[in-house]
């Protein structure tokens, strides 16, 4: 499957995921009392509500080539209620524009600037360094007393999805886990969505979602978040009290934009 054929299936399953969210009362669609076989709304509401041809929604969401103008996503995100994250992912599937492949991230790790290193060690904050697969490429010891020890795991370990997911410890002294985990795959999703050139994104989906049924629940929700400013709060090992960390991220690092650094910057309640 090609990568753009790839993109349009990608757009297909996002927009019904959106459609499958919506209910009617949400979308100012009154109940008629027939029964619904959607869990949202149906495909002709939708199309009704952006103006357009049954028809042709049906194609945009089954994935076909269709050719749709920036005019139609307007009305779509508009007729979906899409919040502003999930307008700009819908922009950017949609996009004919977008280049075929974003900076590479296996590229990332052999030109990563020992500087980094030695700037995220100085820290008192619990700082790793990551990419778009959520690959922790450097770390401080901070990070591995709050989070995991990464000094000690494999590098097919060494991925802060599968920690939050398969860690038990962590996932113990995560107090608001839920919520946390819920945050990430939603950031993470936005990553899968646009590196159609890269199949690690897919097998490492699949692997996580036959590892952990949480992991598939939430992926199934195919929900999307930007990366900012996110709140955790976990117990410390030595006095088993909470504590809440702002989680920063400072991203484009020299000529990596898919590598960023993650703070864990300690907030008072």
């Known amino acids: 499957m090609t990568q753009e ?15 499958d969210r919506l209910q009617p009362e949400a979308a100012g669609i009154k109940e008629t009392g027939s029964q619904r076989r ?16 049954s028809t042709y929604y049906t194609w945009l969401e089954q994935g076909r080539e269709v050719t749709a103008s920036r005019e139609v996503m307007e009305s779509l995100s508009q ?18 524009g977008l280049p075929d492949t974003i900076a590479s991230i296996n590229e990332a790790r052999p030109g990563l600037n020992p500087q980094w290193r030695d700037i ?44 939050l997911f398969l ?14 985990a819920l945050h990430s795959v939603a950031v993470y999703r936005t990553y899968y969505d646009l590196n159609l050139h890269d199949p690690w994104h897919k097998e490492m989906v699949q692997q996580l979602c036959g590892e952990s049924a949480d992991f598939l629940r939430m992926w199934k929700q195919h929900d999307i978040q930007h990366k900012r400013v996110n709140r955790v709060v976990i117990l410390n090992l030595d006095t088993n009290q909470p504590v809440t960390y702002d989680v920063n991220s400072m991203a484009n690092l020299a000529d990596h934009p898919g590598v960023h650094v993650c703070i864990y910057t300690p907030v008072s309640v």
Request: net charge positive.
């Open 38 to 53: 959607t869990p949202g709304l149906r495909r002709e509401e939708v199309a009704v509500l952006a103006g357009l041809s």
């Open 79 to 96: 007729a979906l209620r899409l919040s502003a994250d999930e307008r700009k992912h819908l922009f950017e599937l949609w996009n004919p």
């Open 167 to 180: 860690d038990p410890e962590l996932r113990r002294r995560m107090v608001n886990w839920e919520e946390f």
């Open 5 to 19: 054929i790839t993109r349009f299936k990608r757009l297909g399953a996002y927009l019904r995921s959106r459609r």
């Open 120 to 163: 995220i060690r100085q820290l008192s904050y619990p700082a790793f360094i990551t990419n778009e697969r959520s690959e922790v490429l450097a770390w401080n010891d901070m990070a591995c007393k709050v989070l995991s020890n990464f000094e000690i795991l494999p590098a097919s370990d060494r991925i802060m999805m599968r920690q």
